[in-house]
């Protein structure tokens, strides 16, 4: 029982949680939780509602400030590669979430929420390239470190 | 006071569903996306959550005019389907399934202060400038073009 609800009743309340959130966003502000889009917005020129992604990211922040005192392992990137191979997927993940215009939060939350098929054809489309990274990853090359 | 307030308190609300969730762990990230081996299908209950919940949320909100403290709503109109979100969603794909992050997590577990954290988050700043240098080149390139539309 204790495995079921940490295998999924987390899972599914933090889920829950993400969902308020993205709404709260849209009552308040009536803009779209996408975290690569809020966080890269911040610093990139050309983008409006500076105050809404500060305040925003500050917060994403704070969060995990909190919660690193009481939940040490949901911060400290176990099962994450070296420092090496981490800059590469960043690099990625920069990259591609500006051309693709959004990441899992724009595209796999708010965008499916919205019933908006763009969304929904990025969201298989990074789960496929993702599942697919780490099949060669793990099976193919026998894992990187 | 309020707007900021608001907005800070989202970014912290959803910092702990990220954290709750177990969408900071890269361990159980790529466990979920390890179809071909353990395969872990844990994450797919945080979608599902998070969907359900912004799906009936979405549409009563969207019945009013505008938000509590913007003048308008800044969601985008649904546009077909392109070859750069084609592209773009699968980069990200791939550094997702090789790094374990996407940028929410990853600012989250900042506080952690791993340094595959930090590697990955100063790297995501690189990306994103440089996908805005290229772009901003290409759009200097083809002047004539106008705006860009995309196409279904």
């Known amino acids: 029982m204790d495995n079921l609800i940490a295998s999924y009743g987390l899972p599914l309340a933090g889920g829950v949680l993400l969902g308020l959130a993205a709404s709260l966003v849209l009552l308040t502000h009536g803009r779209v939780t996408g975290v690569s889009g809020i966080f890269g917005g911040l610093f990139l020129q050309g983008h409006d509602g500076r105050s809404f992604r500060l305040w925003f990211v500050l917060g994403l922040i704070a969060s995990g400030l909190a919660l690193s005192r009481f939940h040490a392992t949901g911060m400290s990137a176990t099962g994450a590669p070296g420092i090496a191979v981490a800059g590469l997927a960043g690099l990625l993940v920069g990259y591609g979430t500006r051309l693709g215009s959004g990441c899992t939060s724009a595209h796999g939350i708010c965008g499916i929420g919205r019933l908006s098929v763009r969304s929904l054809t990025a969201t298989m489309t990074f789960m496929a390239t993702g599942m697919l990274t780490v099949f060669v990853v793990r099976h193919v090359l026998g894992g990187l470190r | ?152």
């Open chain 2, 1 to 152: 006071m309020k707007p900021a307030l608001a907005a800070a308190g989202a970014g912290a609300l959803f910092g702990v569903g990220l954290c709750l969730s177990g969408m900071t762990q890269p361990a159980k990230v790529l466990g979920f996306l390890d179809v071909f081996g353990h395969w872990d299908p844990g994450l797919m209950f945080v979608m599902m959550g998070a969907v359900l919940v912004h799906l009936v949320l979405y549409r009563i909100i969207r019945r009013r005019n505008q938000p509590l403290f913007d003048s308008k709503f800044h969601v985008p109109e649904s546009r077909g389907v392109d070859r750069k979100l084609l592209l773009g969603a699968a980069v990200f794909g791939a550094g997702w399934g090789l790094g374990g992050f996407c940028p929410g997590p990853a600012l989250v577990s900042l506080a952690g202060g791993a340094s595959s954290t930090g590697a990955f988050v100063g790297a995501m700043v690189v990306g994103m400038a440089l996908h805005h240098v290229v772009h901003s080149a290409k759009r200097l390139e083809q002047p004539a073009e106008g705006p860009r539309t995309a196409v279904g």
